[in-house]
Nanobody
Framework: QEQLVESGGGLVQAGGSLRLSCAAS????????MSWYRQAPGKQRELVAL???????NYADSVKGRFTISRDNAMNTVYLQMNSLKPEDTGVYYC?????????WGQGTQVTVSS
């Protein structure tokens, strides 16, 4: 059973930056596809960014050019660098790990962007 722990959320003004971290407990981290999702109040959870085992990345159109996902396999950690934040980026950000049919979620970290 993989455990994921997110950190780095908080309150920031529009135009600011935050870096989220997601630490995994297992020993096969480098085999996982890792992704970040977010959920705004009253809305469905949406994919923000993902990174493959080989480091290939993909982003939601709304965050392209502003967010960067990366991974450090030695540290069992995936990051989400968020720049030029907007109020519409507000939500709970979740980390997800996937390996085949096995899917694991973190508990989420709140990001609030004030205008």
């Amino acid at each position: 059973q993989e455990q994921l722990v997110e950190s780095g959320g908080g309150l920031v003004q529009a135009g600011g930056s935050l870096r989220l971290s997601c630490a995994a407990s297992g020993s096969v981290f480098n085999s996982y596809y890792m992704s970040w999702y977010r959920q705004a109040p009253g809305k469905q959870r949406e994919l923000v960014a993902l990174i493959s085992r080989g480091g290939i990345t993909n982003y939601a159109d709304s965050v392209k050019g502003r967010f960067t996902i990366s991974r450090d396999n030695a540290m069992n950690t995936v990051y989400l660098q968020m720049n030029s934040l907007k109020p519409e980026d507000t939500g709970v950000y979740y980390c997800k790990a996937r390996l085949g049919r096995n899917v694991y979620w973190g508990q989420g970290t709140q990001v609030t962007v004030s205008s």
